[in-house]
T-cell receptor, first 113, second 111 residues
Framework: DTGVSQNPRHKITKRGQNVTFRCDPI?????LYWYRQTLGQGPEFLTY????????KSRLLSDRFSAERPKGSFSTLEIQRTEQGDSAMYLC???????????FGQGTRLTVV | GNSVTQMEGPVTLSEEAFLTINCTYT??????LFWYVQYPGEGLQLLLK?????DKGSNKGFEATYRKETTSFHLEKGSVQVSDSAVYFC??????????FGIGTKLQVIP
């Protein structure tokens, strides 16, 4: 296993378009996280899954954002009707066990023009 | 809720200088504590961790000790190198199981 994989690495989209990102976690990891990072800030929690169940979603997250992990393996993050403020690096991470470290992918950089 | 506070950067040091980056936390229960590093153009990597009070995490010459009495997890290195230039994030994982990050401290080491 080569670690957490995210696709695409870069996405440029026009305002108002929908975008979808994919994350493939480390295979035996049951937890999967999505974070957003903007320049000069730490990763901001968006949502996380334990297996296929979405256990928490940030209260700051707009209804335009939705995430799925249909079979408890890969996950997708969709942003509908993108806005310029959605421009950021979207990070996926996975972990196994309680209190364990999260392993991060390289991220998907979204630019909304 | 859980939170992590770390010193703001940037921190600029000469090569071989001593490094301290302060980190304090607020959390319910007994969190696990982490330092992550992000090198230029790369993803987040775990640098070290500690899972209970008085544990010391160490890696690549960096150390941090879990101090429950002061709710701190300060990062230290005795002699920094140019290759240590990166952004360092303090983080915790508590009962809610998600990893909460500080804002990051940029370290620049000059020859």
């Amino acid at each position: 296993d080569t670690g957490v994989s995210q696709n695409p690495r870069h996405k440029i989209t026009k305002r108002g378009q929908n975008v979808t990102f994919r994350c493939d976690p480390i295979s035996e990891h049951n937890r999967l996280y999505w974070y957003r990072q903007t320049l000069g800030q730490g990763p901001e929690f968006l949502t996380y899954f334990q297996n296929e169940a979405q256990l928490e979603k940030s209260r700051l997250l707009s209804d335009r954002f939705s995430a799925e992990r249909p079979k408890g393996s890969f996950s997708t993050l969709e942003i509908q009707r993108t806005e310029q403020g959605d421009s950021a690096m979207y990070l996926c991470a996975s972990s196994i066990g309680t209190g364990a470290e999260a392993f991060f992918g390289q991220g998907t950089r979204l630019t909304v023009v | 809720g859980n939170s992590v506070t770390q010193m703001e950067g940037p921190v600029t040091l000469s090569e071989e200088a001593f490094l301290t980056i302060n980190c304090t936390y607020t959390a319910t229960g007994y969190p696990s504590l982490f330092w992550y590093v992000q090198y230029p153009g790369e993803g987040l990597q775990l640098l070290l961790k500690a899972t209970k009070a008085d544990d010391k995490g160490s890696n690549k010459g960096f150390e941090a000790t879990y101090r429950k009495e002061t709710t701190s997890f300060h990062l230290e290195k005795g002699s920094v190198q140019v290759s240590d230039s990166a952004v360092y994030f303090c983080a915790l994982s508590a009962e809610d199981q998600k990893v909460t990050f500080g804002i990051g401290t940029k370290l620049q080491v000059i020859p």
